[in-house]
């Protein structure tokens, strides 16, 4: 019966180092006698007991390591302090076991002393503006050094770059003197746009004004000749009605009428400007006026 209990202890042993399953996005190396053997699957997998061991585990996720800070120095003598983080995948397990002793802390020193490298290469306000390019840099060497430790590095990202406290001063004090100054240059602007808005304004006023005032002289001219027109016009058509009338019978006897009684007109009115009685000392003077007047009317008429 403890034959058997042991036999069966032993067979469970046996069971439980023969059978292993493996997680998905998992790889398991297997050592034979100590040597590499085979790297397991995620599924179930068989081993020798005793003969073969599970020698190493690995994680075939993308895995972010926090790279340290540290100091760096730029082209231009000044310290910054950088840190950032790093994403890897382990993409050959047997390399990823012994191709480093520890690919983790291979990776970190080498994204640290790379990065001190491109930084070293770039003047302090480049380092700011061209983050891609260092990261990139840094992948780029990072990549290309890990494929003997069957790591894939996939990207890095600089999380923070800090310059000293008096460079930072420094900084901050540039960045208000060039706001201060685009804000100038921006008012400037403004207050020369206003002028020009105010002469280009003033300009075509007065461009508009002078015409408005030609126009005008030009429809008063137009007016006035109308006028001396039409009455010069309305003066023929008299003349030539009274030339007219004269003609026809008892037009001489009308006329030398209403010239008697112009002339009787003139006579009061003057008496009366005067306060004097002015009457004439020979009263043929009136005939012969009568006379002189009917004469230039019927040479008139007969022209």
């Known amino acids: 019966?403890?034959?058997?209990?042991?036999?069966?202890?032993?067979?469970?042993?046996?069971?439980?180092?023969?059978?292993?399953?493996?997680?998905?996005q998992h790889a398991w190396v297997v050592e034979r006698l100590g040597r590499?053997?085979?790297?397991?699957?995620?599924?179930?997998?068989?081993?020798?007991?005793?003969?073969?061991?599970?020698?190493?585990?690995?994680?075939?996720?993308?895995?972010?390591?926090?790279?340290?800070?540290?100091?760096?120095?730029?082209?231009?003598?000044?310290?910054?302090?950088?840190?950032?983080?790093?994403?890897?995948?382990?993409?050959?397990?047997?390399?990823?076991?012994?191709?480093?002793?520890n690919y983790v802390v291979a990776i970190t020193q080498l994204a640290q002393t790379t990065l001190r490298s491109v930084i070293g290469r770039?003047?302090?306000?480049?380092?700011f503006e061209e983050r891609a390019v260092i990261n990139s840099s840094v992948v780029?060497?990072?990549?290309?050094?890990?494929?003997?430790?069957?790591?894939k590095v996939l990207r890095y990202e600089i999380k923070d770059l800090t310059p000293p406290p008096a460079i930072l001063h420094?900084?901050?004090?540039?960045?208000?003197?060039?706001?201060?100054?685009?804000a100038l240059i921006a008012a400037s602007e403004g207050r020369r746009q206003e002028q020009i808005n105010i002469a280009t304004g003033e300009r075509e006023a007065a461009i508009a004004k002078s015409e408005?005032?030609?126009?005008?002289?030009?429809?008063?001219?137009?007016g006035e000749a109308a006028a001396i027109t039409a009455v010069a016009e309305a003066t023929?058509?008299?003349?030539?009605?009274?030339?007219?009338?004269?003609?026809?019978p008892g037009g001489d006897q009308a006329v030398q009428l209403k010239v008697a009684e112009k002339a009787v007109e003139a006579y009061a009115q003057l008496a009366q400007k005067n306060n004097t009685m002015i009457v004439p000392g020979n009263m043929t003077e009136v005939a012969g006026l009568i006379g002189?007047?009917?004469?230039?009317?019927?040479?008139?008429g007969k022209s």
């Open 236 to 248: 023929s058509d008299a003349i030539r009605k009274i030339a007219a009338a004269i003609q026809q």
């Open 122 to 127: 770039m003047e302090l306000d480049r380092t």
């Open 1 to 24: 019966m403890e034959i058997a209990l042991v036999i069966l202890v032993i067979a469970a042993i046996f069971v439980v180092q023969s059978i292993k399953v493996v997680p998905q």
């Open 36 to 101: 590499y053997h085979a790297t397991l699957t995620p599924g179930l997998n068989f081993l020798v007991p005793f003969v073969d061991r599970l020698a190493y585990r690995h994680s075939l996720k993308e895995i972010p390591l926090d790279v340290p800070s540290q100091v760096c120095i730029t082209k231009d003598n000044t310290q910054l302090t950088v840190d950032g983080i790093l994403y890897f995948q382990v993409t050959d397990p047997m390399r990823a076991s012994y191709g480093a002793s």
């Open 292 to 300: 002189t007047a009917m004469g230039l009317l019927k040479g008139g």
């Open 140 to 151: 780029e060497a990072l990549d290309e050094a890990a494929l003997n430790w069957g790591v």
């Open 170 to 182: 420094s900084m901050q004090a540039q960045i208000t003197a060039e706001r201060e100054k685009r």
């Open 212 to 222: 408005g005032q030609k126009q005008a002289e030009i429809n008063k001219a137009q």
